[in-house]
């Protein structure tokens, strides 16, 4: 049975999103300030608009609790509940005007996250998750493909502007092995959405060798409410502070772990 205070926060947070979604959409069609940030990242006037809107919005809803946010940082007092929100992930997507970029928000009560939701206006994707039955994503029930072979499975895996010469290297590896050994190798670089593709069954797997915590915490009980995985390259469960989500249908897991460290 699920927590109808969580059924309602998730209700009245969903609300936020669409009205941040809205905003994104709107501010894409404008010419938008870009700054560069590490390495080749940028972040734009929509990142820190939409990361104002929604902080608001959830200081409205939860004053008590704490937010971790991707530009903001960490506000709010050290103990007791927190958010973790991605306001606009796919900013390098957002910024050159594809559709592949999301809203991201978890809510965690004693370090784990029991809500989550990814918006992505553009794609047309809603996922929400509560604790205890609440595994959606565009409204019907969350569930993981039903793949079986790697040689069957479309992957998708982070290439991203802020890796370093070493983690490109890593990446362009896995990728080229995997490219011999899947359907279907994919580049979109926005992870709570793929991650929500996964757990819909419209992707395989996800690979996220160096993936930060704003932009995966709300998806990661969502892929496990669906039926999926999501570990380290060693095949231990991943937790927020992990830099590796291997995300996956969990039928080809083991098979993808293995190609990963071949690579």
């Known amino acids: 049975m699920h927590d109808q205070r969580l059924s309602l926060l998730l209700e009245r947070t969903g609300v936020l999103a669409q009205d941040v979604g809205a905003l994104l959409v709107r501010m894409q069609g404008q ?4 700054i560069r940030k590490e390495l080749r990242d940028v972040v734009t006037a929509a990142d820190l608009a939409s990361e104002r809107m929604v902080i608001d919005g959830l200081r409205g809803l939860t004053p008590d609790a704490a937010i971790l946010s991707e530009e903001a940082g960490f506000s709010g007092p050290a ?23 999301s809203v991201t928000m978890a809510y965690q009560e004693e370090g784990r996250t029991v809500l989550g939701l990814t918006h992505a206006p553009l794609a ?23 793949t ?3 040689g069957d499975a479309v992957v998708s895996i982070c290439l991203t502007s802020h890796y370093d010469t070493q983690e490109v290297q890593r990446t362009v590896d896995v990728i080229r ?10 580049v979109m670089v926005s992870g709570g959405f793929e991650m929500s593709l996964v757990a819909a069954g419209q992707l395989d797997a996800f690979i996220g060798l160096k993936a930060d915590i704003v932009s995966h915490a ?18 231990v469960d991943s937790v927020d502070a992990d830099l590796e989500k291997i995300v996956s249908n969990g039928m080809i897991h083991e098979e993808l772990l293995e190609a990963i460290r071949r690579a």
Do not use: K, Q
Request: glycine share 14%; hydrophobic share 45%; net charge positive.
């Open 31 to 34: 010419r938008l300030d870009v």
């Open 79 to 101: 103990e007791g509940p927190r958010w973790i929100i991605d306001p606009l992930d796919g900013t390098v997507n957002y910024a050159s005007g594809l559709p592949w970029f």
């Open 124 to 146: 047309g994707l809603v996922a929400h998750y509560a604790d205890g039955g609440i595994a959606t994503v565009n409204g019907a029930a969350a569930a993981v493909s039903g």
């Open 148 to 150: 079986r072979s790697l």
């Open 177 to 186: 092995c995997l490219s011999e050994l899947c359907r279907g190798v994919r």
């Open 218 to 235: 709300a998806a990661m009980p969502l892929v496990r409410a669906a039926g999926g995985r999501v570990t380290t390259v060693a095949g």
